[in-house]
């Protein structure tokens, strides 16, 4: 059976309740298709991670399907706190998430651990913080601080991070899954490779010709991808590079509309229960805002000189 | 002698004191909003050789708008390189490359500690914040770091709810007994009154320079310790000639700066 599929077989194949799952993007390739996905199957208890969480993971807080976060940051950027992450945590609503609390040094490092098959890694932040004074479900095995056994000083250790799933949206990938970004990195390419198994959406996909024409852009390789989604305009209201732009007007929406638990729910009513796919998403956004707001968004080409790497 | 012309806003005096703080040469981090400004300030003034970067995974980006997150577009092209976190914050910072970090925060204390995790109990807060980013690892692994603020007493505090970021932690010694690095740490507060510098044996802040409207004793009345006065305490410079010049026709000709006073930056 072919890899490619449509986000919902994707998620209902691939996405179990209570399955630890990496995210990728950073604004950059936000996957935002396959969460609006997970939560119209109205997955359950899941643990979800990434460095520096925005919108998108505010918006699966909100709509309960998050039962743990392994995190750094979670903020609206612009437009403040995430409102739903906080009514999670101040009033249980709709109940309270457990939190581990990393940094953007931290949890990169631990699914670098995981991507590499390495137990655990040293970091030197965190320490003479209270980041170390508080731990949720991870206990003790948060992290540990021993005594280097090279020069007998204190580091501190902090685990790998096994991901059942990743989900990750790229610029473009084959049918077979090799996956190539470019832009803002993040922690997108550890995370990946951190999973037992990875879901590829991507803005447009090309052949296994087109990917061998700049192979060193792949951060993911196709024996380790489970399904590849083509899913144009997947990171809006984030941005993909080289495709279209954030949008800011967007954000402001999300913002107001997250301010009250009602107006939360029409929105996710409104542009993810209530729609079919992303092209459904497409044609409302057109619908409600008009093709030259949607037109605005799209980058125009500004190509480099090609690489060659012919011998 | 400089020129230093009256018609600056309070924003752009702060910027102008971050800038100062950098050298010729510097490897400088950051976010977005003051700090990009103050180091491009300085590139642009005394120290055309420092070079900046965004934990985000982004070097040396030439941005043709003024970035509004770290992982803003517009830091893509023209950068140098563009990678990801491990990159930034595993290579650069955690290496030992990165010589200043600019911080700020909800909540900083007398000892330059920040919280951006929560305000109040942290099983049940009355706020919770974004939490720690890339603030720790900066505030940790930096050699110095600039910490940015508001002078009243909700934004200082004697000790912070939550310690997401050390500063000096308890005291001059303590950053040292945890592990980090000796000689590094908070070098400045800079806030919308004035500039505040670290004893170095108690690691507490005291105040160096008074900002041009204000008073010594505003400002010990806003601070919610018994804020030392140094010795040499003067009032801060304010913007210079070319400072301004720098900003308003290089950096930032539409002037969104001028959102920091509505923030309160005034």
Redesign the interface.
């Known amino acids: 059976m072919g890899k490619v599929i449509t986000m919902k077989e994707a998620i209902a194949r691939h996405v179990n309740d209570g399955d630890f799952i990496f995210i990728g993007g950073?604004?950059?390739r936000t996957p935002f298709a396959a969460i609006h996905e997970i939560i119209r199957q109205a997955k359950k208890g899941l643990t979800i991670t990434r460095?520096?969480a925005a919108d998108d993971f505010d918006m699966m807080i909100g709509a309960g399907v998050v039962r743990r976060f392994i995190?750094?940051?979670?903020?609206l950027?612009?437009y403040g706190?995430?409102r739903c992450?906080?009514r999670s945590?101040?009033k249980g609503v709709p109940f309270k998430i457990e939190v581990e609390?990393?940094?953007?040094?931290?949890l990169?490092?631990m699914l670098?651990a995981g991507a590499m098959g390495m137990p655990f890694v040293p970091?030197?932040?965190?320490?003479?913080?209270?980041?170390l004074n508080?731990k949720s479900f991870m206990g003790d095995d948060k992290y540990k601080i021993i005594e280097s056994p090279f020069d007998g000083?204190?580091?501190?250790l902090v685990p790998a991070l096994h991901p059942d799933v990743a989900i990750i949206h790229v610029q473009q990938a084959d049918e077979l899954g090799n996956a190539q970004i470019?832009?803002?990195?993040?922690?997108?390419?550890?995370g990946a490779n951190s999973a037992k198994k990875v879901i590829v959406s991507c803005e447009r996909i090309v052949s296994r010709d087109t990917i061998g024409k700049d192979p060193s852009r792949t951060i993911v390789p196709d024996f380790k991808v489970v399904a590849v989604v083509e899913e144009p305009f997947g990171s809006h209201p984030g941005?993909a590079?080289g495709f279209y732009?954030?949008d800011?007007a967007f954000g402001a929406l999300y913002q107001k509309a997250s301010d009250t638990v009602e107006g939360f729910e029409d929105f996710l009513g409104e542009w993810v229960l209530d729609i079919e796919d992303r092209s459904a998403y497409i044609q409302h956004y057109i619908h409600r805002f008009g093709y030259s707001s949607f037109k605005a968004l799209q980058a125009e080409f500004?190509y480099g000189y090609p690489v060659s790497y012919a011998y | 002698m400089h020129k230093h012309p009256d018609d600056y806003i309070k924003p752009e005096l702060m910027a102008c004191c971050g800038a100062r703080e950098i050298k010729d040469g510097d490897v400088v981090i950051v976010g977005t909003g003051f700090p990009t400004m103050s180091a491009n300030i300085a590139k642009y003034t005394h120290a055309p050789g420092a070079t900046l970067m965004q934990?985000?995974?982004?070097y040396d980006a030439s941005p043709k708008r003024p970035a509004?997150?770290v992982?803003?577009?517009c830091?893509?092209?023209g950068a140098a390189m563009?990678?990801?976190?491990?990159?930034v914050?595993?290579m650069f910072?955690?290496a030992g490359w990165v010589d200043v970090g600019f911080l700020s925060g909800s909540q900083v204390d007398k000892f330059g500690n920040i919280n951006t995790?929560v305000i109040g109990d942290?099983q049940?807060?009355?706020?919770?914040?974004?939490?720690?980013?890339?603030?720790?690892?900066i505030g940790?692994?930096a050699k110095r770091t600039l910490i940015i603020a508001l002078h009243n007493k909700m934004r200082l505090a004697e000790h912070v709810d939550?310690?997401?970021?050390?500063g000096y932690?308890e005291g001059a010694d303590?950053?040292e007994k945890?592990?980090?690095s000796p000689g590094t740490g908070p070098q400045v507060i800079i806030t919308n009154k004035g500039v505040l510098r670290f004893h170095k044996e108690t690691g507490e802040a005291y105040l160096a320079s008074y900002h041009p409207d204000t008073s010594i004793d505003e400002i010990v009345g806003l601070t919610p310790w018994e804020l030392e006065v140094a010795d040499d305490v003067h009032e801060t410079e304010p913007p210079r000639e070319e400072e301004l010049r720098v900003m308003r026709d290089v950096l930032d000709p539409l002037r969104m700066i001028k959102i920091y006073e509505n923030k309160g930056y005034v």
């Not at chain 2, 974004?130 to 720790?136: E, H, Y």
Request: net charge negative; charged share 15%; with cysteine.
């Open positions: 950073y604004i950059c460095s520096n995190g750094t940051f979670l903020s950027g612009l706190l995430g992450y906080r945590i101040e609390e990393y940094s953007n040094l931290s990169p490092m670098m970091v030197r932040d965190m320490v003479g913080s209270d980041l508080v000083r204190p580091i501190l470019w832009g803002i990195g993040g922690d997108c390419k550890a941005y590079p732009d954030v800011f500004d | 934990e985000s995974g982004v509004l997150s992982g803003d577009p830091l893509n092209p563009v990678g990801g976190l491990l990159d914050m595993g910072l955690q995790t942290y049940s807060p009355k706020s919770r914040l974004p939490g720690s980013g890339g603030a720790n690892p940790s692994l939550f310690i997401t970021t050390p932690i303590a950053r945890c592990g980090m």
